[in-house]
């Protein structure tokens, strides 16, 4: 009989807020003809607003693929030991 012992610490997932990191980065792609709009970070409201005049120029072209992303960072839970390395580098 095998017996294994795994080491496991806890760890916290959650949005990365990082000042360097947007809260989120979205593009819209139009999928009749391709075109898209520059990608924006923290704002959605500017591809929202060029999805709408894009079909209001190209009646034709309704359907968009939206894309949001967002960021993580995982962090150690209170006894992980990394938790204590982190604090003692800073
Ligand atoms: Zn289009």
């Given at each position: 009989?095998?017996?294994?012992?795994?080491?496991?610490?806890?760890?916290?997932?959650g949005a990365d807020t990082d000042d360097d990191t947007p809260e989120g980065?979205?593009?819209?792609?139009?999928?009749?003809?391709?075109?898209?709009?520059?990608?924006?970070?923290?704002?959605?409201?500017?591809?929202?607003?060029?999805?709408?005049?894009?079909?209001?120029?190209?009646?034709?072209?309704?359907r968009f693929k939206v894309k949001a992303e967002t960021f993580w960072c995982?962090?150690?839970?209170?006894?992980?030991?990394?938790?204590?390395?982190?604090?003692?580098?800073?």
């Amino acid at each position: 009989m095998t017996r294994s012992i795994i080491k496991a610490a806890a760890w916290t997932l959650g949005a990365d807020t990082d000042d360097d990191t947007p809260e989120g980065v979205y593009s819209v792609v139009c999928s009749s003809c391709g075109a898209e709009p520059a990608v924006t970070e923290n704002e959605r409201l500017p591809v929202e607003v060029w999805a709408l005049k894009h079909t209001g120029l190209n009646p034709d072209h309704r359907r968009f693929k939206v894309k949001a992303e967002t960021f993580w960072c995982v962090t150690p839970a209170e006894g992980n030991p990394y938790g204590e390395k982190d604090a003692q580098d800073v």
